[in-house]
C-alpha cells in the first residue's frame, strides 16, 4: 500500500512539474496563435465596413438617375411648349394688326353704304380722305412707315429705280424725279421699295 501511495504522489509532482515549467517556446506560439485571430477581426470589420461604401455610391447614382429623369422630362414639356407657342405666332402673328384695321373696315362699309344714297362726289372725297387718313394711322402704330422720296437723293437702300429721266440738269442729277409707288418700312426694316424715277 505504501508504495502505490509513494508512485501516485511522484506523478502528481512530476505533472506540477510540468505545468509550472511550460517552455517559453510553447508560449510564444500560443500568442502567435492568438494574433492571427485578432487579424481577422480587423480585417473583417474593414469588410464589414465595405459593403456600406459600396451602397452609398448606389444610393448616388440611383439619386442621379432620378434627377436625370426629371431634368430630361422637364427638358422635353419646355421644347413641346416653345413649339405650340411658336407655331401659334406663324398662325396668329398678325392678328394685332388685323384687330386694328378692322374698324377701318367698318368706315368703308359705311362710306360704301352712304355713296349709294348721294351723288355729291365731294362727299365721297371727303369720305374717302378720312378713311384713309385713319388707316395710315392705325398703320403707324403698327410700327409701319413711309419712306420720303420728295426732292430725295436716289439711295438703293430705300429706292429702286425704274425710269431714267435725262436732261434734267445737274442739281437734279441723282436725285428722285417721281414716285410711281411709294415705300414702306417696319420698324426700320424695308419692307417694300419705294418704285422712282431717277434724274440722268
Same mark, same amino acid.
Given at each position: ?11 502528481? #509532482? ?5 505545468? !509550472?515549467? %511550460?517552455?517559453?517556446?510553447?508560449? =510564444? ?9 485578432? =487579424?481577422? $477581426? ?9 459593403? =456600406? ?7 448616388? !447614382?440611383?439619386?442621379?438617375? %432620378? ?14 411648349? %416653345? ?13 394685332? $394688326? ?39 394711322? !392705325? ?7 413711309? /419712306? ?13 429705280? /425704274? ?34 424715277? #431717277?434724274?440722268?
Amino acid at each position: 500500500m505504501e508504495e502505490k501511495n509513494i508512485n501516485i504522489e511522484d506523478e502528481k #509532482v512530476t505533472t506540477d512539474e510540468m505545468a !509550472v515549467e %511550460t517552455p517559453a517556446d510553447e508560449l =510564444s506560439d500560443t500568442n502567435s496563435q492568438e494574433a492571427p485571430e485578432a =487579424s481577422e $477581426t480587423s480585417e473583417g470589420s474593414e469588410a464589414a465596413e465595405a459593403p =456600406s461604401d459600396l451602397d452609398q455610391l448606389k444610393a448616388e !447614382v440611383e439619386s442621379l438617375k %432620378t434627377q436625370m429623369l426629371y431634368k430630361t422630362a422637364e427638358f422635353d414639356n419646355y421644347r413641346k411648349r %416653345t413649339l405650340k407657342e411658336r407655331a401659334e405666332l406663324i398662325l396668329n402673328g398678325g392678328e394685332k $394688326t388685323i384687330t386694328a384695321l378692322l374698324p377701318v373696315i367698318d368706315d368703308m362699309e359705311r362710306a360704301i353704304a352712304n355713296g349709294e344714297k348721294t351723288d355729291d362726289p365731294q362727299v365721297l372725297r371727303e369720305g374717302m380722305t378720312l378713311i384713309y387718313q385713319k388707316l395710315m394711322k !392705325v398703320l403707324e402704330t403698327q410700327g409701319v412707315s413711309k /419712306i420720303e422720296t420728295e426732292d430725295a437723293d436716289f439711295d438703293t437702300n430705300l429706292h429702286e429705280a /425704274i425710269a431714267l429721266v435725262p436732261g434734267m440738269g445737274d442739281d437734279k442729277k441723282g436725285k428722285v424725279i417721281d414716285c410711281m409707288a411709294t415705300g414702306y418700312k417696319l420698324n426700320d426694316k424695308v419692307i417694300r421699295y419705294a418704285k422712282v424715277a #431717277v434724274g440722268q
